[in-house]
């Protein structure tokens, strides 16, 4: 069975941008993002964004930045795990989670690192999202993205 190869999507990057092209740096219009990068952007923007700040769905998002207060321990990385896992099963139905690495090795530097490797189960590709949680003033959360080693 042939998979058509919009499945995925295709839409705006996350986080809006603008691309170029050339050394000039000529703006040619948004910055696009499809098929598994595309997923792997729809993932960041779970994590990233706290339950309770969409208006339109307050149940949107995930629990990650409630849990950067707590202590840093093997608790709260079994925390930090289950809250990645549950948001990601909920509002991203397009993957399976395969497993949750969290990394507490650089806690002192003020960052906290998840590994998380998931199966695109339209197109059975693996992929991998590097998201680390920022523990600074601004309260920063973002992520890196690396899919399917690109």
Same mark, same amino acid.
């Given at each position: ?26 703006? %040619?219009?948004? *910055?696009? @993002? ?5 997923? !792997?952007?729809?993932?960041?923007? #779970?994590?990233? +964004? ?51 690495? %969290?990394?507490? *090795?650089? @806690? ?5 690192? !998840?590994?998380?490797?998931?199966? #695109?189960?339209? +197109? ?27």
């Amino acid at each position: 069975m042939a998979i058509h190869p919009d499945i995925l999507g295709k839409g705006w990057a996350f986080p809006f941008r603008f691309s170029s092209i050339g050394r000039v740096k000529k703006l %040619v219009g948004v *910055a696009a @993002a499809e098929k598994t990068d595309k997923v !792997a952007m729809a993932i960041k923007q #779970i994590l990233g +964004t706290k339950i309770g700040s969409r208006v339109i769905d307050r149940d949107f998002g995930s629990d990650l930045r409630g849990l950067i207060f707590t202590p840093i321990d093997e608790l709260s990385s079994a925390r930090i795990r289950f809250a990645i896992l549950e948001s990601i099963r909920r509002w991203e139905r397009r993957v399976e989670v395969l497993g949750i690495d %969290v990394s507490i *090795a650089r @806690a002192q530097e003020g960052v906290i690192e !998840a590994n998380i490797q998931f199966r #695109i189960i339209a +197109t059975q590709q693996i992929g991998n999202l590097v998201y680390p949680l920022y523990i600074t003033p601004e309260m920063r959360v973002q992520g890196q993205i690396n899919v399917g080693g690109i």
